[in-house]
């Protein structure tokens, strides 16, 4: 089946530093990924969708300035959590879409849990 | 708008049978996933309808109705290990998934 990998799976960061996490689809090319965040006892909430060689789409109140995204390659999306603070600790999980796939199923990764102190 | 309705949590017994039901209100429909998500892990896939009907895969089936906006997740001779939370979630007429908030299933011995 397809896999996503997700890079670190942990994460602990002091304030006003910048964490950058990675997303790759192992076995597939994934033109679109899509980007996670989940707090504790809640459900996911999109961030924000990317397309392999262009700008990603913001969902509403997601600052692009501190969540930068870029999907270089059908493999490889990152995501840069800038100038990090306490209250983005949380769990960051991405999805990848398989083009190929008739139902337009998303595989996720692991997630990235991320502590800023 | 778009909305994902779908019990919060849910209390069953070990080797019993449990029922997850959802609603959707969408716009346009491309499908319904039902995933699983054991804390602090990310969403395993479970089931994935498009047409109307029931698809049953070994203990879990998963229940579509386009005209109602309804699905169900049905989970049979239930084991400890199923204790997590099931999500259901739409894909809209641009592909992408609405969520809902998710079901917390609470199995007892």
């Known amino acids: 089946g397809a896999v996503v990998s997700q890079h670190p799976s942990w994460v602990i960061c002091k304030s006003g530093t910048s964490v950058k996490i990675e997303c790759r689809s192992l076995?597939?090319?994934?033109?679109?990924m899509f980007w996670y965040r989940q707090f504790p006892k809640q459900s996911l909430m999109l961030m924000a969708t990317s397309n392999e060689g262009s700008k990603a789409t913001y969902e509403q109140g997601v600052e692009k300035d501190k969540f930068l995204i870029n999907h270089a390659s059908l493999t490889l999306s990152t995501l840069t959590v800038t100038s990090a603070h306490p209250e983005d600790s949380s769990f960051y999980i991405c999805s990848a879409r398989d083009g190929g796939s008739p139902r337009e199923e998303q595989f996720f990764g692991p997630g990235t849990r991320l502590t800023v102190l | 708008g778009q909305n994902i309705d779908q019990p919060t949590e849910m209390t069953a017994t070990e080797g019993a049978i449990v029922q997850i039901n959802c609603t959707y209100q969408?716009?346009?429909?491309?499908?319904l996933f039902w995933y699983q998500q054991h804390a602090g892990e990310a969403p395993t896939f479970l089931s994935y309808n498009v047409l109307d009907g029931l698809e049953e895969k070994g203990r879990f089936s998963s229940f579509l109705s386009r005209s109602k906006g309804y699905s169900y997740l049905l989970l049979k001779e239930l084991q400890m290990k199923d204790s997590a939370s099931y999500l259901c979630?739409?894909?809209?007429?641009?592909?992408?998934?609405?969520w809902g908030a998710g079901t917390k299933l609470i199995i007892k011995p």
């Open positions: 969408t716009s346009g429909f491309n499908g």
């Open positions: 076995d597939f090319q994934a033109t679109t």
């Open positions: 979630a739409v894909s809209d007429s641009n592909y992408q998934l609405i």
